[in-house]
């Protein structure tokens, strides 16, 4: 690494991988990709770069003097791809590592061919609630951060685990000047004006539970931005990709094999689209059951819902999911199909939908479907609400030491038949 680079690292094949440039967050290390480097890198190039001050980046790529901004962020960004010789790449960023990435895509939309913008923001806030952070850690060094991680960056419980308690050292071992010059940066920072500009396929992931960039931040980039998708992981807050790993992964990798335009015909492409989608929309615990199940007589059916219904429609850039679960609704309560309803209404949510506008769904559904019908979709919705509710009580009691079990699987009681999952 030369004295004007941040640290980096590349992982993956080295021929003809497309590129895909990885971003952190504020406080973290390149060491945040870690649960989605393995799946990433086996078919893409993949760098991760450290911000000034972290990791082993020099907290002297960044002015000391309070006027760092954006721009000089996503200046590091392109000479470590200039480097590469890449003159396109995909890129993902998570809160500031995801605010370059619209910078990037906005001002250097020849060199961004696909956007996955994870827990992020067009704007981080007051500005002047970033200028006394950045006085804080000045004055004090990071450790000043620490206590309120916990709760922030993800549940106080997940703060217990080792791959929390290692972030929360990366966040320690964070050079002091290097932490608030990325606090001037984001002081600086709006991106509101510029969001219509982006032109690169772009996915929204927020946290539902993230009270650093709430839900409403990512809805506000996916409604700027143009042909935008918006995915919300439930259970995960600022750090998604830490907390819900495989939602984050299947989420990232579902994007970028969609926009990579697999040729017509290719059924292997589809059907790896399609099953990153997949997980995407029901969970992980869904798909894995159904899939364990399938027997030779089901095999094919498997096959063609995975290459069809997800790889091609679900996975269509035409509408976002939240518009796809809205007409996915509509059709199980017109036809009665209350088990699937049931797996959708939580598909729903996890694609960005509320619990009111879920409701709103089923109140129109009333009008063309028939009230019987919306009777028994507001009672399979109020089940399902009921589950959540208790699933997210028992997560966050704080309890003595992490629980090595996981709980019920949430689909076990509102999803009967476990093939049926297209």
Do not use: K
Not at 87 to 95: M, T
Not at 114 to 127: E, H, K, N, Q, T
Not at 373 to 381: C, L, Q, V
């Amino acid at each position: 690494m030369t004295d004007n680079r941040p640290h980096h690292d590349l992982t993956g094949p080295t021929t003809t991988a497309p590129p895909l440039i990885l971003g952190p967050s504020i406080g973290t290390s390149l060491a945040v990709w870690e649960p989605q480097l393995p799946a990433l890198a086996r078919a893409h190039r993949v760098l991760r770069w450290d911000l000034p001050g972290h990791g082993r980046s020099p907290a002297a790529l960044l002015p000391a003097d309070g006027s760092a901004t954006i721009d000089e962020l996503a200046a590091l960004v392109l000479r470590l791809a200039d480097d590469q010789g890449w003159e396109r790449f995909a890129y993902a960023g998570i809160s500031i590592g995801g605010a370059v990435g619209l910078y990037l895509a906005a001002h250097h939309p020849d060199r961004v061919s696909c956007l996955s913008v994870v827990c992020s923001s067009a704007r981080f806030g007051d500005p002047a609630v970033w200028r006394e952070r950045a006085a804080l850690v000045r004055a004090e060094g990071t450790e000043a951060m620490v206590a309120s991680r916990p709760g922030t960056w993800f549940s106080h419980r997940f703060a217990q685990s080792p791959v929390g308690a290692a972030l929360i050292e990366d966040l320690r071992a964070t050079d002091r000047a290097g932490y608030a010059a990325c606090c001037d940066v984001l002081a600086a920072y709006d991106m509101t004006a510029d969001l219509e500009r982006i032109a690169a396929p772009t996915l929204v992931v927020a946290g539902r539970d993230d009270p650093a960039t709430p839900p409403a931040h990512a809805r506000r980039i996916a409604d700027a931005v143009p042909g935008a998708s918006l995915l919300e992981i439930a259970g995960a807050a600022h750090l998604a990709g830490v907390e819900r790993p495989e939602a984050v992964t299947a989420a990232l990798l579902a994007h970028l094999t969609s926009t990579a335009q697999p040729r017509p015909g290719d059924d292997a492409s589809r059907h790896t689209t399609g099953m990153a989608v997949r997980r995407a929309v029901l969970g992980d615990a869904h798909v894995d059951r159904a899939v364990a199940r399938t027997t030779p007589f089901t095999a094919r059916f498997q096959d063609f819902i995975t290459r069809y219904a997800w790889g091609e429609i679900w996975t269509g850039d035409g509408l976002d999911r939240r518009t796809r679960s809205c007409i996915t609704l509509t059709a199980l309560i017109a036809h009665g199909h209350d088990a699937e309803l049931a797996m959708h209404i939580r598909a729903a949510l996890t694609n960005g939908l509320t619990r009111e506008e879920i409701g709103e769904v089923l109140l129109q559904s009333a009008i063309y479907c028939g009230v019987p019908a919306a009777n028994s979709a507001f009672a399979a919705a109020q089940r399902v609400f009921d589950e959540l509710d208790a699933e997210r009580a028992a997560d966050s009691d704080p309890g003595p030491a992490p629980d090595p079990d996981p709980g019920p699987d949430p689909d076990s009681d509102s999803d009967p038949d476990p093939d049926s999952d297209n």
